[in-house]
């Protein structure tokens, strides 16, 4: 393997790069410094889901002794003390740490917990109870922006997206009948709602904040089409919706060079498409081998679009 020592000794003795430059360049090089972020990014994040489980475990087992009062304010505790580190790394200079942001995350899980278990408990909204979602949904933007946090935008997100019923309807029997034409119906305008969101408030969106709401607008406006498509009365449209929003996201795919987009707009076709054959089928030889033919097209198709992807990026 060619190595690029001998040039960089060069850049070094040349002035070009400082000593330490060289040093740190060449430790890349053998390998011997090589970045963990991503790996350190997944545990945290498994260290975070595993926090929240034992916490609705000691809820469920412990929540006669302690109390409905006591617990709502432990909890208020426990979620306050989780920003503390995160606020004080906002005015550092580094800026907040990935263990700091992580430790966000599990504070506006826990707050988002506490609020729906205060809710339940002390009925504070009345009939009006799923207004706590819009409530936590605007806390936790105030927090996203206050502290740049991506993580935090996605709580907030995930909020608004349950007030506006994303879920799966309770009166579905069928497998392949995971959503009423109403349930898709809310998740499309709940996408159209986060797209005027990003644009109301792009001067104080980062770019990064402005991908979070891009992919969480997509992937609902596709559920809500593959929603559609599960319902007989709505299964063309559904498949019509499917396919605009797949030549849209390929579109965005190829000029922005983000293949997510590509993989939402093939995927989620594929998918929609398959419940339908699935419905209509009921899964027979004849059906199977129209999925089978859906899964291969889709897979030869996401294949041709990463190659073109990659050639526009070299």
């Known amino acids: ?77 426990a979620g306050a003390a989780c920003y503390v580190p995160a606020i004080r790394a906002k005015s550092s200079e580094g800026g907040p740490s990935a263990v700091a942001d992580y430790l966000l995350l599990l504070g506006a899980l826990i707050v988002s917990a506490d609020v729906g278990y205060a809710e339940s408990q002390f009925h504070l909204l009345g009939a009006n109870w799923s207004r706590h979602l819009l409530l936590l949904t605007a806390f936790h ?35 392949w009948h995971f959503a009423t034409p109403g349930l898709g119906l809310r998740a499309l305008v709940c996408s159209a709602f986060m797209l005027a969101w990003r644009t109301i408030a792009r001067h104080a969106n980062a770019a990064e904040f402005r991908e979070i709401f891009e992919h969480f607008a997509a992937n609902l406006a596709f559920w809500g089409a593959v929603g559609w498509c599960s319902d007989a009365s709505m299964r063309v449209v559904g498949i019509v919706t499917l396919l605009l ?70």
């Open 1 to 77: 393997m060619h190595s690029l020592e001998e040039e960089m000794r060069e850049l070094g003795s040349s002035g070009t790069l400082d000593e330490a430059a060289v040093a740190h360049a060449l430790a890349l090089e053998r390998r011997s410094l090589f970045s963990v972020f991503d790996e350190l990014r997944a545990l945290l994040y498994v260290a975070v889901a595993l926090v929240i489980t034992g916490v609705g475990i000691v809820i469920k087992e412990h929540l006669d002794r302690i109390g409905p009062l006591t617990l709502v304010f432990t909890l208020a505790v």
């Open 245 to 314: 929003l797949a030549a849209v996201a390929i579109r965005r795919a190829l000029r922005s060079g983000e293949e997510s987009f590509a993989v939402y707009g093939i995927g989620y076709t594929a998918f929609g498409s398959s419940v339908v054959v699935a419905q209509v089928t009921d899964l027979g030889l004849f059906g199977a081998t129209l999925v089978l033919v859906i899964v291969l097209t889709a897979a030869a198709a996401l294949r041709r679009l990463h190659d073109v992807l990659r050639e526009s990026r070299i």
């Open 141 to 175: 933007a105030l927090t996203a922006y206050a502290l740049r946090s991506r993580l935090v935008l996605s709580v907030a997100l995930t909020s608004l997206a349950g007030w506006f019923g994303i879920e799966r309807g309770p009166e579905n029997l069928s497998p």
